[in-house]
């Protein structure tokens, strides 16, 4: 979906795209053009305002949440990965 699509469907304003882009909480795919963002990119902005809004976490502790988030999906594939390797013979 493009920025405008994005923006409209997480429920935030240009300048908190830019700050959360500034951020690199969000990394979208950049295209010529424009970014094109996706349904994660989509869930991960929704967690990000349920983090801020819902819970009261800072921005500190949002980076913070969200590094540790990524590091449990990472290891959660790299078992996956190891999980369906066939045993060496």
């Not at 500034?22 to 295209?31: D, F, G, K, S």
């Not at 994660?40 to 967690?47: E, K, W």
């Given at each position: 979906?493009?920025r405008?699509?994005?923006?409209?469907r997480?429920?935030?304003d240009?300048?908190?795209?830019?700050i959360?882009?500034r951020?690199?909480?969000?990394?979208?795919?950049?295209?010529?053009?424009?970014?094109?963002?996706?349904e994660?990119?989509?869930a991960?902005?929704?967690f990000?305002?349920?983090?801020?809004?819902?819970l009261?976490?800072?921005?500190?502790?949002?980076?913070?949440?969200?590094h540790?988030?990524?590091?449990?999906?990472?290891?959660?594939?790299?078992?996956?990965?190891?999980?369906?390797?066939?045993?060496?013979?």
């Amino acid at each position: 979906m493009n920025r405008l699509e994005f923006m409209h469907r997480a429920q935030i304003d240009q300048q908190t795209l830019e700050i959360w882009l500034r951020e690199e909480w969000l990394l979208p795919n950049e295209m010529v053009t424009d970014m094109e963002f996706s349904e994660v990119d989509l869930a991960r902005a929704i967690f990000i305002l349920d983090l801020k809004e819902r819970l009261g976490v800072n921005d500190d502790g949002v980076g913070v949440i969200l590094h540790l988030v990524d590091q449990v999906h990472g290891l959660r594939r790299l078992l996956g990965g190891l999980l369906t390797q066939k045993p060496a013979a």
